[in-house]
């Protein structure tokens, strides 16, 4: 991976999308395997907490494969809608095979190609570690929401206990990697587990969702603490 990065977590904007588009054929499994199948429940978990039902209108940013979309799409029927949203053609390809009924679209984050005040909720679910800018995203994902809406932001995140911070670390610096190697792409995860540990805590990112122009912010932490749900509200016009 030329030029990158991976060992700290940080990757230009081209490279992060290079990546994405090489892992696409085997993120869904490794997903599976990295967390036991649990990142389904989490993903269910959010899509709870975006509080939408029949007839509102979602988009899911950093959509990747689809997953977090197709269950929001199951809470907004009849009558509503998802779009899926991302920067990578690959993993857009690989959402579109999985769930042809929804929308996947070509969309920067960080410059989302939708009116404003348009989306009941704006969700992201694992990707927002991967925006090359943070509050710029949280903004786009703010300015695309309703008054009112809320944006959900779904993320892996560093426990700082023992015994769960001795595993997490022994899983993401040791694990992780070689599954990737096994995979046939170590540089990629090498950054994703990096790309976790420079991510904010909790606490920090509910601070940059206020900066992005967000209200009523709350969060859970659920397994263990290793996943973080954070909420906010956008302002009432």
């Known amino acids: ?7 700290s977590g ?7 999308r290079a990546m994405f588009d090489r892992i696409a054929g085997s993120y869904d499994l490794l997903n599976s395997v990295m967390t036991a199948g649990l990142h389904h429940q989490w993903r269910r978990r959010a899509a709870d907490l975006a509080a939408v039902g029949p007839g509102a ?4 940013v950093a959509t990747g494969t689809g997953d977090l979309a197709v269950e929001l799409r199951s809470r907004v ?8 949203s991302d920067f990578s053609e690959e993993m857009l390809a690989v959402a579109r095979d999985k769930a042809p009924e929804i929308p996947f679209e070509w969309g920067n984050a960080l410059e989302l190609p ?3 005040d348009r989306f009941d909720a704006v969700t992201v679910g694992f990707g927002a570690r991967n925006f090359s800018d943070l509050e710029a995203g949280l903004r786009e994902m703010t300015r695309v929401a309703k008054p009112g809406g809320r944006v959900v932001v779904l993320e892996i ?3 700082t206990k023992p015994p769960l911070s ?4 022994l899983w993401f610096d040791q694990i992780v990697p070689k599954l990737g190697k096994v995979a046939g792409d170590a540089d990629a995860y090498t950054y994703l587990p990096n790309s976790v540990k420079r991510f904010p805590g909790a606490h920090e990112l509910a601070a940059t969702m206020d900066r992005s122009g967000l209200e009523r912010i ?3 932490l659920t397994a263990g603490g290793i996943i973080a749900i954070h909420v906010g509200h956008k302002p009432e016009a």
């Open 218 to 220: 709350s969060y859970l």
């Open 114 to 116: 939708y009116e404003s």
């Open 57 to 60: 209108q979602v988009l899911d």
């Open 10 to 16: 940080t990757l230009q904007e081209p490279q992060v």
């Open 157 to 159: 995140t560093t426990p």
């Open 1 to 7: 991976m030329s030029g990158s990065d991976a060992k």
């Open 77 to 84: 029927l009849p009558g509503g809608g998802v779009i899926g």
């Open 166 to 169: 001795t595993f997490f670390s």
